[in-house]
């Protein structure tokens, strides 16, 4: 009876065993490298959308990482805002720990970081948000990008990782996108940038009257 048994769980380790390695033969070919985009269009000029991403303080408001961990621990070193400025989090199990660092910004146009993951597994990736000026509009793209380490290609054998994590930016980029209207919607008039005028020519002076002959 024993060694049946003993026979039983050594069929099923190796069945477990083969299910294992095919798993991580199949993972190996997926790409070594992974990008995901998500972009949207927001009803207020590049500059007010350009500081919701370059100001690391305002990340809090739209972040859909936030969302999940009220009491997520934030903390800031460097410049508030623009190149240097550093985003540090501690938080729970679905946002991890890690930090992001602003390594290139280009006032109304892009803001590029290197993003640094520690817990629950550690990576290094990149992201950027791209702002284009449409009319009065502005529309915004944000991308990540990073190496496929065998970790990651397993995960992309059994989830959808473009979903996932494309997902989240659809999320963070509709509240961003509330933000953004509402305070544009609020901003006076006044505040508006206004194209500058030429002066109109001054008018050339009269001829002088000709001299009596």
Not at 137 to 142: E, F, G, I, M
Not at 152 to 171: L, Y
Not at 196 to 213: G, L, R, V
Request: include cysteine; charge should be neutral; proline fraction near 8%.
């Amino acid at each position: 009876m024993i060694k049946k048994l003993l026979l039983i769980l050594l069929a099923l380790l190796g069945i477990l065993v083969l299910v294992i390695a095919g798993l991580f033969a199949f993972a190996s070919t997926k790409p070594d490298d992974f990008q995901v985009s998500r972009s949207t269009t927001i009803a207020a000029p590049a500059p007010v959308v350009f500081e919701q991403v370059n100001n690391l303080k305002k990340w809090n408001d739209w972040s859909p990482w936030a969302k999940r961990d009220p009491n997520i621990k934030l903390t800031y070193t460097g410049p508030e805002a623009g190149k240097d400025a550093t985003y540090a989090w501690t938080g729970n199990h679905e946002v991890g720990k890690g930090q992001m660092t602003i390594t290139n910004s280009v006032p109304n146009e892009k803001v590029e970081f290197r993003l640094e993951f520690l817990e629950p597994f550690a990576a290094t990736n990149t992201a950027a948000f791209n702002f284009a000026a449409e009319g009065d509009k502005t529309k915004v793209t944000w991308t990540m990008a990073g190496k496929n380490n065998l970790v990651g290609k397993v995960m992309c054998t059994i989830m959808d990782m473009d979903k996932m994590i494309g997902g989240d930016f659809e999320a963070g980029l509709s509240s961003m996108k509330a933000i953004a209207e509402k305070e544009a919607a609020s901003a006076p008039a006044s505040s508006a940038p206004v194209a500058p005028t030429t002066p109109a020519p001054e008018a050339a002076p009269a001829p002088a009257p000709a001299p009596n002959s």
